[in-house]
C-alpha cells in the first residue's frame, strides 16, 4: 500500500513538555513529527493530536504546536485523553472518522505505552492503513522502543520512515509541491 496524502491523516500521540525531556533522541522525533506537520499542511494532510493527561504532562511541545497554530482549524484537532489508547477515546475516534480518510500515519511517545496501544486498538476496532514512523517515534529506552516496533509490526501495521511518508505523499516529482516539500529533507 503507497500512502497517499488524499487518504492520510497524520496522527501525533503525546509529544508533551513533561514527558519529551525523558524520551531517548527526543530532538529525533520532534524534528520528523515537525517535516510530517509541514509537508501535510503543503498537502492538505489533516492532523489529530493526542495529550495523555495534559494536567499532569503538560501540552504538546512548542515546536509541534507552533506548527499547528499555522493551520486552518478545519485541518487540526487536539483530544485530551486519559487512556493510554487513543483508540479507546470516543472523542479521538469521532474527530478520526470525521476526517473520511482510511489511512492513519502515527508518530509520538511512547511508543511502548500509548503509541502501540493506539497502534493496535486501531487494528482492533478493523483500521486497515495504520502505519508507524518509526524515527519520529521513541520512548525512554532505545529497547522499549525498538521491542514495541516489533510488536507492532508483528501486528499488521506498516513500519515507515518520514522521507518515505513525504515522498508517497508527493507522489511525483516537477510539481510546485515537489518542490517546497522536497526542501524539507537536507
Not at 479521538?92 to 509520538?108: P, S, V, W
Not at 497502534?119 to 522499549?144: E, H, I, Q, Y
Not at 522502543?145 to 507492532?152: F, L, N, Q, S, V
Request: aromatic share 4%; hydrophobic share 45%; proline share 5%.
Amino acid at each position: 500500500m503507497l500512502l497517499s496524502a488524499q487518504r492520510s491523516v497524520l496522527v501525533v500521540v503525546d509529544e508533551q513538555e513533561r514527558l519529551l525531556p525523558a524520551i531517548h533522541d527526543s530532538e529525533r522525533v520532534v524534528r520528523n513529527t515537525g517535516i510530517l506537520l509541514d509537508a501535510a499542511a503543503a498537502l492538505g494532510v489533516p492532523v489529530l493530536v493526542s495529550e495523555q493527561y495534559p494536567r499532569g504532562l503538560g501540552p504538546t511541545v512548542p515546536a509541534v504546536r507552533e506548527r499547528l497554530a499555522a493551520r486552518t482549524p478545519d485541518g487540526v484537532a487536539v483530544v485530551e485523553k486519559m487512556h493510554f489508547s487513543c483508540a479507546e477515546e470516543p472523542a479521538f475516534l469521532e474527530r478520526l472518522a470525521a476526517f473520511g480518510r482510511d489511512q492513519i500515519i502515527l508518530t509520538g511517545t511512547e511508543a511502548h505505552v500509548c503509541v502501540l496501544q493506539t497502534a493496535l486498538g486501531l487494528v482492533d476496532k478493523g483500521f486497515g492503513g495504520v502505519v508507524l514512523v518509526a524515527d519520529a517515534t521513541s520512548s525512554r529506552t532505545p529497547a522499549n522502543a525498538e521491542r514495541a516496533i516489533a510488536r507492532i509490526e508483528r501486528a499488521g501495521v506498516e513500519i515507515v520512515t518520514t522521507e518515505m511518508v513525504v515522498f508517497e505523499w508527493l507522489h511525483r516529482a516537477g510539481t510546485p509541491e515537489f518542490k517546497s516539500v522536497s526542501a524539507l529533507i537536507k
